[in-house]
Nanobody, 122 residues
């Protein structure tokens, strides 16, 4: 399984950004897709997850209402639309593949992408 994340960059407070994660290999076989993030000096944190086979989504409390996860099954790509960005959203964002769960944490993840850096300036 290979996960290729992209779309990170430098934005200002209040702006939006869309991240992409291209999945290949067995990423769609029994796995759902998720985004995590890790800020400097902090633990990796769950952001959002989505099933390939249905529209089920789940979001972390810190981003709920400001981000939307979606997927394009035809291209095996997962997106994370982030709006109203804040400086505290600054982190490396990782896409991940894992079995679906109602409670997400790093131990569930079977495959990680390489991460893409999002920096939000104040």
């Amino acid at each position: 399984v290979q996960l290729q994340a992209s779309g990170g960059g430098l934005v200002q407070t209040g702006e939006s950004l869309r991240l992409s994660c291209a999945a290949s290999g067995r990423a769609r076989s029994g796995y759902s897709m998720a985004w995590f993030r890790q800020a400097p000096g902090r633990e990796r944190e769950f952001v959002a997850a989505i099933k390939w086979s249905a529209s089920d989504t789940i979001y972390g409390d810190s981003v709920k209402g400001r981000v939307t996860i979606s997927r394009d099954s035809a291209t095996s790509t997962v997106y994370l639309q982030m709006n109203s960005l804040k400086p505290e959203d600054t982190a490396v964002y990782y896409c991940a593949a894992a079995p679906w769960s109602l409670r997400w944490f790093t131990g569930l993840v079977r495959f990680w992408g390489q991460g893409t850096l999002v920096t939000v300036s104040s």
